[in-house]
């Protein structure tokens, strides 16, 4: 399974940015797609996952100016990121886990980078 994210960049503070995340493999139900990201000096942290059945989860962080959607026929993941701040900035990977068996899969991360 291969995971290929996009849409990274520089953009200014209140700014807008989307993620792109295409499986290799088609989305069935049983995966859970998600990001996450990871700042300078900082372990990586959940963003936000998208359950088969199109539950939302968010960090506080970020609830309320990113939405995350999922296009299975496309076998795409999506994180529009508004309003973005400083503290945005980040290295950000898709992730693909299997909710039964429990694999998952990483992307190679896209850079966002938020100037203030």
């Known amino acids: 399974v291969q995971l290929q994210a996009s849409g990274g960049g520089l953009v200014q503070a209140g700014g807008s940015l989307r993620l792109s995340c295409a499986a290799s493999?088609?989305?069935?139900?049983?995966?859970?797609m998600g990001w996450y990201r990871r700042a300078p000096g900082k372990q990586r942290e959940l963003v936000a996952t998208i359950t088969g059945s199109g539950t939302t989860d968010y960090a506080d962080s970020v609830k309320g100016r990113f939405t995350i959607s999922r296009d299975s026929a496309k076998n795409t993941v999506l994180l529009q990121m508004n309003s973005l701040k400083s503290e945005d900035t980040a290295v950000y990977y898709c992730n693909l886990k299997n909710a039964i068996s429990r694999d998952e899969y990483w992307g190679q991360g896209t850079q966002v980078t938020v100037s203030s």
């Open positions: 493999v088609r989305i069935f139900s049983i995966y859970v």
